[in-house]
Structure formats: C-alpha cells, structure tokens
C-alpha cells in the first residue's frame, strides 16, 4: 500500500506544480494590472489568504484527517487558477489570490505530515528524507517543464498559458481523490484553543524548533520574494521567451538538488547542507545583481541547486521536533508567520522595484537575508 500511495503522492506533487504561468506570474500580473507594486499585491494577498488560514486547516488536517485536506487545496487550486485565467481585472486576479492562499494553507504542514504518516505505518521513517526529496524533485520537475513552455506560450498567447494551468489543476484534483486516507494513530480530543496552546507550548520549550522555524520565516519571506522578483530582472536583461529559459534551467538545478538530497545530507549532514545552501544562493543572487551581464540571469538561475537538500534537512529536522498530535498545526503556526512577513515584504519589494527597478531592488532583497545566514550559522553550530 505505501508504494502504490507513494506513486499518487508523488502524481499529486507533479500536477499540482504544473502551473504554466508560475513562473512569469509577476509579469502577467503586470501585464493585466499595469503595474509592479499592484502585481506585487496580488502575491501578498496570497500570503495573507494563507495567512489566515493557516491555523484553521492545521487544526482541520490533525483533526480531521491529512488526505481530506489535500483533496480540499486540490479544489481550491483548481478554482484559485480558474479565477486567474478568467482575470480580465484586478478583482479577478484578488479573488484567484484568496483561493491560492487557501489551498497553500491547505498543503503547508499537512503534506509532510501524510507522508510522514504513511511511512511511519510501515516503520520506514528513516526513509522521510530521501521520499521527501524526491518529492520536492518532482515539483522541481513540473517547474521545469511549466517554465520551459510557459515563457514561449507567454511571447504568443497569456489566454493559452492560463487555460491549460487549470487543466493540470483539474488532474491534480482528481489524483488527490484516489489517495488512501492516512491512519489517525493520535487523535485529538481537544478543543481549538486548548489544541492551539498544546502547540504554541511545542515552540516554548523547544529552542531547536524555535531556531529552525526562524529560518524558514525569515528565509522563505525574503528568499521568495527575490525568487518572484527574478523574472522582471531576466526580462530586463533577456526577452520575455527567454524568461522561460532562465525558470526552466533553475527548475532543472532544483530538481538535481532535491532528487540528491537525501545523499547529499546523508554525506554532509543536514547543519552543514542548511548553511551551505543559504550561503550559495545569496552569493547566486547579489553577485549577478550587482555586476548584471547577458550571463547573470543564468547565475541567477543556478541558485537554487542546494535548496533541495536545504528544505529537506530543515523539513527532517521539523518533522523530528513536532508532536503527533499537532504535526500539521505546529507547521501551521510557523507557516502562518511566514506567510505575513511574506506578504508585506513581497509587496515592499514591488514597491521598490516601481521606484529604482528590478535588478536594484534585487540587490537589497539580499542585504535583508544577511540575518538568516547568521542564523544558519547559529544552527550549524546547535544541531
């Protein structure tokens, strides 16, 4: 059973990232917007969608079960991508923003923790890291090929590129229903504060997961920021067909990465491959940012090579430091965080970038993430 629900999982993983707009999303917010900072916006109405209901579907994945959860983001992704290749407006492209962010709140914490779930049915925990990683490549693998043909579909038709991302939504959808539902080995009887006390209690008393969790807050609000701000720096330095160009060969860095990680950290352990990969894609980012050539996007584009194994050995460390009984909510709450402190900053960098332009304000995004290389520091020294 695990390897059949192994094989949906990982058909989930792929459709549901097979978005063919993700990756020139800015620009096509722009493009029906007019504007940076108001493109900016719709990604931060995502963060602050998910923001909101993060602890909710936490709550709803302990309670009511993992695989329940991913048939309900699978529907909201459907709806959210519909909405999007409907937008004629703003109003269109804010409501497909709430909707995203629901189904984001759906899949964060709640995933992990059903794969986590399954392998921990059959006494194979040990393999989470490397099952993990080769998830994380299979997503890589739908970035790629979405970046691959979505820039040269972008250069001829947005209408095209939009429709056929809901039908890749629609196949998600559907594997999601043929996922088995995962044994609920510690249910909860709690109420709703009394369960979010349970978890908040988890970050108190434990500094590690304390660490952990304020190096994915800060690094993911700030490094996917850059990451969204990366196709306007392409464009300013390529044309808009070759935008896919530059996805595409990242996506492809980032599913080398994740297909290795669990060799990778296995060799290096997981402090050093956290520190190491941080250190990588900032130097990746400023670099090219700050001597910009015909070569940077590509510099840019190698910078996720590392970010596999670096969101596999956080991941692996998390999962050891959650509690059963609200593995998906204390993902959540952190998730949560992330998500607002993404919202302002992603709407900042928008702003920013109207201002002094893309690969400027590219630049100071990384000035922000020095913090997190300390932290990193910190945890290669703690772990």
Same mark, same amino acid.
């Given at each position: ?89 703003? %109003? ?58 979505? %820039? ?109 990680? %669990?060799?990778?950290?296995? $060799? ?56 059963? $009984? ?58």
């Amino acid at each position: 059973m695990t390897h059949k629900t192994l094989t949906f999982l990982r058909c989930f993983y792929f459709f549901s990232e097979l978005k063919f707009y993700h990756s020139i999303a800015l620009i096509y917010f722009a493009h029906v917007t007019g504007s940076w900072m108001m493109a900016a916006s719709i990604i931060s109405i995502t963060q602050i969608s998910a923001a909101i209901f993060e602890v909710p579907t936490g709550v709803f994945s302990d309670w009511v079960g993992r695989q329940r959860t991913i048939v309900l983001g699978a529907s909201c992704g459907v709806l959210a991508v519909t909405s999007y290749a409907i937008g004629a407006n703003y %109003g269109w492209l804010a409501f497909g923003a709430i909707l995203e962010g629901a189904a984001r709140a759906c899949y964060s914490g709640n995933n992990s923790a059903y794969l986590y779930n399954i392998l921990s049915q059959t006494n194979k925990i040990d393999t989470y890291a490397n099952h993990f990683g080769k998830l994380y490549s299979l997503s890589a693998l739908a970035e790629l090929v979405s970046t691959l043909m979505g %820039g040269f579909m972008a250069a001829r038709s947005f209408n095209v590129l939009m429709w056929l991302s809901v039908a890749t939504q629609i196949a998600g959808l559907l594997v999601s229903l043929l996922l088995p539902k995962e044994n609920k080995t510690a249910p909860s009887r709690s109420t709703f504060r009394l369960h979010l006390l349970e978890a908040l209690d988890g970050f108190r008393h434990n500094p590690k997961l304390r660490l952990l969790s304020l190096s994915v807050i800060l690094g993911n609000g700030i490094g996917l920021s850059a990451w969204s701000l990366q196709p306007a720096v392409f464009n300013a330095i390529w044309p808009l067909w070759a935008v896919g160009v530059a996805r595409a060969f990242q996506a492809a860095t980032a599913m080398l990465g994740g297909y290795l990680s %669990g060799s990778i950290i296995k $060799r290096l352990h997981a402090r050093r491959v956290i520190l190491f990969g941080s250190i990588y894609a900032w130097l990746a980012n400023i670099i090219p940012a700050l001597f910009p050539s015909p070569v940077a996007p590509l510099l840019i584009a190698s910078s996720p090579i590392l970010d596999g194994p670096q969101t596999t050995a956080i991941e692996t460390l998390l999962q050891g430091e959650f509690s059963e $009984r609200q593995r998906a909510t204390m993902a959540s709450l952190s998730a949560l965080v992330g998500s607002l402190f993404y919202a302002g900053f992603a709407f900042a960098t928008g702003a920013v970038a109207d201002i002094i332009g893309p690969i400027q304000t590219l630049v100071v995004v990384q000035l922000f993430l020095l913090p997190v290389l300390l932290i990193n520091w910190r945890l290669a020294r703690l772990l």
